[in-house]
């Protein structure tokens, strides 16, 4: 007899308790959400122009598509094939196919010891330095470039990067768009996020934020 | 490494204590049943629980052990039978609206391991969030079993300390009114104050479907949305872990600045720290729960303190190409493969350090991809089977095992009969004990076995890994994991293929999904049952005053001879089959 009213009871419980937190529970956290805090619930989107440009939270490829023979060309997934815009400032690498998928997150999931780590570093650390290098001053070398612009990050969507690597793409901003070194510093300093409660994280440069500051001081896309 | 990193680290330590402390008084009211200042607003609701389950609300039957575990049980059963129809029928609650990307069930071996995951407060995912689950799924599904499947856990122990004190009959309490206070007095106001402190910060809670973005530059970005907050906050209070998105606290969505990621870092580890202050409480002896919480953040700290080193030096193959990772201005430097900026080196090693102490297993970060001894600690926090702080509840009734383990040995080389607070330890209980803390390892290094022994099994492993230490380290990570019900993983080791979103297509690999799915559930379930039978044998003894030769338990002699233990146990079990994989790394800089 305890067995069969233990059971009623179990199920029971998980049909009410489902209501409760699985229906009521997010139905309230929402409503209480979209009317305090609009913007944050629904994702810090960015409009520029009526348009939805991004997220402030979700890292994008500041990349051009390469066309060919007046066609866009595409890689073996059907994604087109992209080259960075040294007009603006990059993200870091991402994992996910095609770079910065914010519908399908993933990690690199490459080890310490891997052959792999090492290959992907090096195509990495070389594209970077193909499109900083010639407006460093003294040029760029592994050595030199910061971890966060070689290693992929770990959503795949990193919308920030290291104030170090942006004060070296700030070079070949300021050259690609003629303007002056310290413009970009200073807009670098004005997109910084500092630490939380001045110990919490690490500085970051949000790169979108960053690149729009960029087009509205010296002009759109192309 | 830098002086804010280890201020993180201590920093965090302090901030956890403090907030610990008051929480775990409450509990002890909560569960002694005592007036608590929630009781003006939830004890009309709570008795209106009871009638609507048929619990007698003035006077609900106290259970004996086996009264106690038969309802656990049952409503386990009942929970993983409605989550694995929910996550089958996907589609059938299409009417609600909430599934708009049109999204199928996935298959069934996916699904069996998915919902023993959840059931089992484990959230191993064999699965992307944001390509296979709906918003329903996420919510009526998986976000109710992270309530109860904590809850659950929380009881087992709260059941184990009413063993230890009681002092006549064999009543462990009554397993329906300890779930339904703990849902409604803990696990649902801290959820919505976490929820709400999270979008505050910047985490999402919509259900407005995903968006389609047009860079400036042309291209088009697609970006998942979901009622993140809602599931974040209970995914980490309750040591759940299962992200809504595949990259789980790595997502900005899901945690979008270094504050979001200390509030979700103190979440984790708010109840299993604030379980053991209670532990102190209920048992009429404080110090008693200042002995376990000062072993517990030992090992804690002695964990962190090594990740962050490990992290912050870098890893051979960022050597290999050339990088430095030293300190220079503007960068942390170190291992940042598989990290997100925001976070940094410190915070993303603390993280993981507190997801693989608890039974966590959220990540903010690959830790596949942390340096050989960084990837080493956490395995051996899962080594040593969930006792540092541990999942909600499992953590406290586990480490309470191994405390009886500590006595009975300490009394064996002073040569008394063991006593734990006034109760003899005889041939019962230890024999009890002894099953309870070995369960796990053998479900852990059982499965490990199978997988890498079987062409089977090896075919999860991801194809970077294959052949070398990685590929084991993966292979074992994935069973330890899914054994002490954690759910963090060495992220290349996988169980769904899915070519494209909405499972067009996509196809489980039966072995790890199985495999997978009986670890959990038989890791789960067998050291519930033995913990609430230790808790059964203890009820009915006679309390004995303490006397001259009684064996103190809460001095820092003791804390040394439990951690002793703890690690005795853990090496002894794990050592073997940790130098083939992490610690082979961490020795060499050479390339697999």
Known sequence: ?222 | MTFTGWLTIFGFAVILTALAMPLGSYMAAVYSGERTFMDPVLRVPERFLYRLIRVDPSQPAPQDWKAYARSVILFSLAGWLLLYFILRTQTLWNFTGLNPEGFHSAPWNVTFNTTSSFVTNTNWQYYGGETTMSYFSQMAGLTVQNFVSAATGIVVAVALIRGIIGRSGKSLGNFWQDLVRTVLYILLPLSIIIALVLVSQGVLQTFGGYLTAHGITGLTQTIARAPVASQEAIKELGTNGGGIFNTNSAHPFENSTGFTNLVEMLAVLIIPAALVFMYGKMVGSRRQGYAIYSTMMIMFLGAAVVAYIAEAHGSPAQHAAGLHTGVIPGSTGGNMEGKDQRFGIAGSALFDVITTVTSCGAVNSAIESFTGIGGAVPMANLSASEVIFGGVGTGLYSILLYVLLAVFIGGLMVGRTPEYLGKKIEAREIKLVALGILITPLAALFATALAVASSAGRQSISAAAAGGPQGFSETIYAYLSQANNNGSAFAGYTGFIQPAAGNIGSHGITFANLLGGFTMLFARFAPILFALAVGGALAGKRISPPGLGTMRTDNPTFVVLLIGVIVLVGALTFFPALLLGPIVQGLTGHLY
């Open chain 1, 1 to 222: 007899m305890a067995l069969k009213k233990d059971t009623i009871t179990a199920a029971l419980a998980i049909l009410l308790l489902t209501l409760l937190c699985g229906i009521l529970y997010p139905l309230v956290i929402t409503g209480i959400s979209q009317v305090a805090f609009p913007g944050n619930a629904n994702g810090q989107q960015v409009q520029v122009g009526g348009r939805l440009v991004g997220s402030k939270l979700i890292g994008q490829n500041f990349a051009d598509p390469v066309v060919k023979n007046g066609k866009v060309v595409l890689d073996k997934n059907g994604n087109p094939v992209t080259v960075p815009d040294p007009r603006y400032f990059q993200t870091r690498p991402s994992a996910t196919v095609p770079s910065d998928n914010a519908a399908a997150t993933t990690f690199s999931n490459l080890g310490p010891n891997s052959v792999a780590t090492k290959q992907e570093l090096t195509t990495n650390i070389a594209a970077y330095i193909h499109l900083n290098g010639r407006y460093y001053p003294g040029g760029l070398t592994a050595a030199k470039v910061p971890v966060d612009a070689a290693d992929t990050s770990a959503s795949g969507i990193d919308p920030d990067i290291s104030v170090a690597n942006a004060r070296i793409q700030a070079h070949r901003i300021a050259a690609v768009r003629h303007l002056p070194l310290t413009t970009v510093n200073r807009l670098i300093d004005t997109y910084t996020g500092g630490r939380g409660l001045g110990f919490i994280g690490e500085p970051t440069v949000n790169v979108l934020e960053l690149n729009l500051a960029l087009n509205r001081i010296s002009g759109g896309h192309r």
